[in-house]
């Protein structure tokens, strides 16, 4: 049990966990810290915290678990004007996208209380955001990536284990780096192309015909390019040092597929295309 | 309601137009051609289809229409060899996913028959394939686009209109030039790019992690990538003349991302970002 939980940030991801511990009764009283009032008077009528903090100081008061649920980009002034507060004994974690670079942040702001930050990521997005769209349910089966350093406090570990389990979710743990591989692979690398497509659609002559008749390979594959714009501008340039590599080696994929369409090699896209579909049927497992 | 009905290559796209018009009562009987004898045996004992036909002249006889949908690259083999067999009367069309190449094969094959031919494409595909994945609503309020040709009799493309709004669909016609852009841009160009995706992140070390972890973002997003290869290739080849400008164009429009991400310039990202997000919620709006 919780008695108090923070959360810094009550969209989409704050406002679903909050929601989904208040629901199984993990939590006594849920405080919410946020840079828009009517964001957070939004949070207190729909019932997903008790308070509002209108200072970060009266936010990490008394607080058992902090959770910094702000975009990437804000994370590192979030933990400088929330270190003061903290009183011992109180864990802080976030849910930022990328991991290396929130470790860094949290190194220069928390100090001598760094093990007391347990960096986590819950894989759970949607291109929805806003408290208005927060779900109990919303990490329910999906996967929680947990990167404790090798300072990181044990006991810290398992009680933002524990939370994050109790939502229904299932924790892993890897390197930061690992995360930010993977998740740069898996996550970012996909949202800039879904946005550089439908960036390059809306310029064309024709493309209210072609959002028209738009099947349902286009809305699935743009789903991401409806997400935040903010979110993503941070995370991009949070792990650039990761994702400009795959981009580059994307782009360089694109022009050996460009070159077998050109030249009606039917050969090589057969293999590429049988490889692909080989790989997505197999590895993704528990495709829903 | 429709005497006898024909349908070449009984897939996902024919079995499912099958399924649709036996359960509105719209056909008497349904024929089926293809070339494989246990994927037809399948689609008997399925009931989609009444018969199978093992030549197409026998696909043929005393058909009132005649539906084409196999593979684009097929089809102009299919036209050939079923010419000969047609009926006065009997009125062909076809369901591929590009239309100048294959209206260009009709020409070729069908001579003075060309005006009984209807050029039509279902907007409905799933990442699926084969009869056993056949469905009586794969059409419910999907587009169906027609491409008649000044040639094209008038009386043939209201029958093929009238089959596909028996069916639930949304019937919309355009020229084939402007169809096979609407289309490259919507869904050839996504598939070639989500295979691209698959098949660069399946040669990474690390790709089981990264399959792990993926979030419904990278699952939306490679769907179309267990499309079926065969396919694909028939209709990135058939299109290319319409597709290689698009992928270029998409690569440069990339490099251009790139170099805003290593510069680290977010306000380029945070533009772009927003304008795609913008136009994705307000164009496409029968997102399902």
């Not at 810094?8 to 939590?27: E, P």
């Not at 099947?215 to 501008?233: C, L, Q």
Request: net charge negative; proline share 4%; charged share 25%.
């Amino acid at each position: 049990m919780i008695n108090k939980l923070t959360i810094i940030g009550v969209g989409l991801i704050g406002g679903s966990l909050a929601r989904a511990l208040r629901k199984g009764g993990h939590v006594r009283e849920v405080m919410g810290y946020g840079r828009n009032l009517a964001h957070l008077q939004e949070a207190v009528g729909l019932g997903v915290i008790d308070y509002a903090a209108v200072t970060l100081k009266e936010a990490a008061r008394e607080a058992d678990l902090v959770v910094v649920a702000v975009p990437v980009g804000s994370i590192p002034e979030i933990f400088s004007e929330l270190t003061p507060g903290l009183e011992d004994g109180t864990i802080v974690t976030d849910v930022g996208s990328v991991k290396v670079p929130v470790i860094k942040a949290a190194q220069a702001a928390l100090g001598a209380r760094f093990p007391f930050f347990v960096p986590g990521h819950p894989i759970a997005g949607t291109e929805r955001s806003g408290v208005g769209a927060s779900d109990a349910d919303l990490f329910r089966r999906r996967r929680v990536i947990l990167t404790p350093e090798p300072e990181t406090d044990t006991a810290a570990a398992a009680r933002v284990r524990t939370m994050w389990q109790a939502t229904g979710a299932e924790v892993v743990t890897m390197t930061a780096e690992q995360h930010d591989h993977v998740l740069a692979a898996s996550s970012h690398l996909p949202h800039m192309l879904a946005y550089a497509l439908v960036e390059m659609v809306v310029r064309m002559d024709d493309h209210r015909a072609i959002f028209d008749n738009a099947a349902g390979g286009f809305r699935d594959f743009t789903r991401i390019a409806s997400s935040d714009p903010v979110m993503w501008r941070d995370i991009c340039l949070a792990n650039r040092e990761v994702l400009v590599p795959l981009l580059r080696q994307y782009r360089n994929d694109l022009g050996t597929l460009i070159k077998a369409v050109e030249e009606g090699n039917g050969e090589v896209l057969l293999e590429l295309f049988a490889r692909a579909k080989r790989a997505r049927d197999t590895l993704l497992t528990n495709d829903k």
